[in-house]
């Protein structure tokens, strides 16, 4: 949770200054992103305060789901030519990054399945044999076969270098500035 409202704050801030161009005082700021950032929080604990813990197991499972969705793409561009241009990340480098990307989307993985996870197992060990129970079971099945058919399509998948062009601005290593800014990088 801290991490999560730590990073919100920081995008808030940089929202505000770069994106919106909004002005304010740098403490004005910092307590405006503050408040922003935790107010859900004191919401959600105090209409519910005796399902926190629980609140806290969805959302940490939520985002073992989500987290392999980020990361593995980042790897794959960060290990393609067509994207990063002489800056992708080379032999050693480019497997232990690939490396990662295996072993978080394991992890997540297996921690959605399992009891204590919170997740499918929590709910699979709390149910009685059932109809529901087996539903339950062919929805992660599926989910898991679609969630290793996705990091496997991201990182097996071939980078089209027309389309990394155009929407990067790379070219043979070399940065073009993007479409709606000059040559000084200002925007038009």
């Known amino acids: ?23 304010l005082p740098l403490h004005w700021r910092a307590i405006m992103t503050r408040l922003i950032a935790i107010t859900p929080c004191v919401i959600v604990s105090a209409f519910i305060p005796h399902q926190l813990n629980q609140m806290i197991n969805f959302v940490n499972a939520a985002l073992s789901i989500l987290l392999p969705f980020a990361f593995t793409p980042l790897v794959k561009y960060n290990c393609s030519p067509e994207i990063m241009g002489d800056h992708a990340s080379k032999g050693k480098e480019r497997i232990v990054l690939y490396t990662f990307a295996f072993v978080v989307w394991f992890i997540n993985a297996l921690t959605l399945s399992v009891n204590g996870g919170g997740f499918f197992g929590n709910w699979r060990t709390n149910m009685d044999p059932s109809f529901q129970k087996v539903l339950l079971v062919i929805v992660e099945i599926t989910f898991q076969l679609f969630y290793l058919w996705w990091n496997l399509d991201c990182v097996l998948s071939k980078v089209d270098s027309e389309i990394a062009q155009e929407h990067v601005g790379f070219t043979s290593g070399e940065q073009t500035p993007p479409p709606n800014q000059n040559g000084e990088g200002e925007i038009i």
């Open 1 to 23: 949770g801290q991490s999560s409202a730590i990073t919100t704050t920081f995008t808030g801030q940089y929202v505000m200054d770069g994106f919106l161009h909004i002005q």
